[in-house]
T-cell receptor, first 116, second 114 residues
Framework: SQTIHQWPATLVQPVGSPLSLECTVEGTSNPNLYWYRQAAGRGLQLLFYSVGIGQISSEVPQNLSASRPQDRQFILSSKKLLLSDSGFYLC???????????????FGPGTRLTVL | AQKVTQAQTEISVVEKEDVTLDCVYETRDTTYYLFWYKQPPSGELVFLIRRNSFDEQNEISGRYSWNFQKSTSSFNFTITASQVVDSAVYFCALRVYNTDKLIFGTGTRLQVFP
């Protein structure tokens, strides 16, 4: 079965510091991968998605970037964090077209980021 | 443009009551998918159900049931005999065929009191 991992689970960082959040998926190959952010008490905002290694699409221009160095690894980064970057970051995967799971996104446990 | 509206921000019920969470969607596409996710206090989004636009058959899974009506662009979710463990934020979402983007509603926070 497929599983998705995110770390760290929680993170407290000062303004201006760098950020690296990691997401990995097991039990599937060539997944589509997504990064979402959920601000406190609000809905989910899609930040980036990737359909393959090195292929990144950005939904919202901002202080963050994403990379996919390996098939099942998705990294969210920032060179200098802002207060507004605080939130709950969720990674998700979906199967590539042609498989039965293609239409559904499955989410990881999330990383709660607080920028002080 | 696509949009999902969950007008109920918060609902409080007492255990064993039935509760319905509303979801109204907007899209001009004829092929699309609708989803419900549960977000318990731990934060992880748990997938509950997926429906495609060609399948209006209602579905029941244990105490959960879903009512999909294209005529009113609604995909409502009912929990029968609610339990404290049902307390969570519930999100409705829409994805148009051949796109990668999930459009989420703003969520409904359900509190079930003992």
């Amino acid at each position: 079965s497929q599983t998705i991992h995110q770390w760290p689970a929680t993170l407290v960082q000062p303004v201006g510091s760098p950020l690296s959040l990691e997401c990995t998926v097991e039990g599937t190959s060539n997944p589509n991968l997504y990064w979402y952010r959920q601000a406190a008490g609000r809905g989910l905002q899609l930040l980036f998605y990737s359909v393959g290694i090195g292929q990144i699409s950005s939904e919202v221009p901002q202080n963050l970037s994403a990379s996919r160095p390996q098939d099942r690894q998705f990294i969210l980064s920032s060179k200098k964090l802002l207060l507004s970057d605080s939130g709950f970051y969720l990674c998700a995967w979906s199967a590539t077209p042609g498989t039965s799971l293609v239409d559904t996104q499955y989410f990881g446990p999330g990383t709660r980021l607080t920028v002080l | 443009a696509q949009k999902v509206t969950q007008a109920q921000t918060e609902i409080s019920v007492v255990e064993k009551e039935d509760v319905t969470l509303d979801c109204v969607y907007e899209t001009r596409d004829t092929t699309y998918y609708l989803f419900w996710y549960k977000q318990p206090p731990s934060g992880e989004l748990v997938f509950l159900i997926r429906r495609n636009s060609f399948d209006e058959q209602n579905e029941i899974s244990g105490r959960y049931s879903w009512n999909f009506q294209k005529s009113t662009s609604s995909f409502n979710f009912t929990i029968t005999a609610s339990q404290v463990v049902d307390s969570a934020v519930y999100f409705c979402a829409l994805r148009v065929y051949n796109t990668d983007k999930l459009i989420f509603g703003t969520g409904t926070r359900l509190q079930v009191f003992p």
